[in-house]
């Protein structure tokens, strides 16, 4: 019984967290200059607060461009598409991820968090993965759409240098033998060097470019919180963008802050 009342609570209070929302925003005019009005202070249980619902293109319906251009859909149906990347022969990949997902839950605050970022769209389960899509003739209508590297740890940055597919996954920089025109690669990675990943991995997308040279990676690796609310320790070598020597694996801090 106990259980069941706490589990009825628990959903009570999420459910108010989702529908409540404060009052009509004061008129755009009165919130400007050097006294603006402001609301008072309240006091709540939980704070009011509105979650976006997802919107997702209708069919046949596109973002408005300039008059004489047209924008066409390249690829749909992708889990959580983040970094196109263009190949030299014009393949263009697509890295498809989300989060690792293992961050502790320690708080009532992280499973709140957890459930309206689930809410909003943002939880679903990404690809793991990099699609390439191949449109040779360049009429918007791809003649191959196929999985060229598959069962990858939350990536999100590509670089190709020389016949190196490099791809930044959240715990490591991964090197990838290949081929211009390649469509599938099987060969195993190797680790170029690990990086800052879990068990707490707050800002878990890693950036990846290339020198123009090619002899160092620069890879942009998050803070592990916002307002160091899991202690200064986790922060460590986070918050800046490392450069990697491509040769060796080392690494130095290269900005931070």
Known sequence: MRRLISGSALTLATMVMLTSCGKNPAPASTQIGADPPLPAQQQYLLPPMKVAPVSRWKQGETPEVAAGMKITALATGLEH????YVLPN????IVESNGPGYEPITRPKDLIMGWVQGYAGAGAKGGNRITLIRDADGDGKPELRTVLLDHLVSPFGVALVGNDLYVANTDAIVRYPYRTGQTKITAPGQVLTELPGGPIDHHWTKSLLASPDGSKLYVGVGSNSNITENGI???RERAAVWEVD?????HRIFASG
């Not at 598409?81 to 196109?84: A, D, I, L, N, T």
């Not at 014009?90 to 990949?93: F, K, S």
């Not at 491509?246 to 080392?250: D, P």
């Open 233 to 235: 320790g986790v922060e």
């Open 246 to 250: 491509r040769a060796t694996g080392s």
């Open 81 to 84: 598409p983040r970094q196109p």
């Open 90 to 93: 014009g393949d263009i990949l």
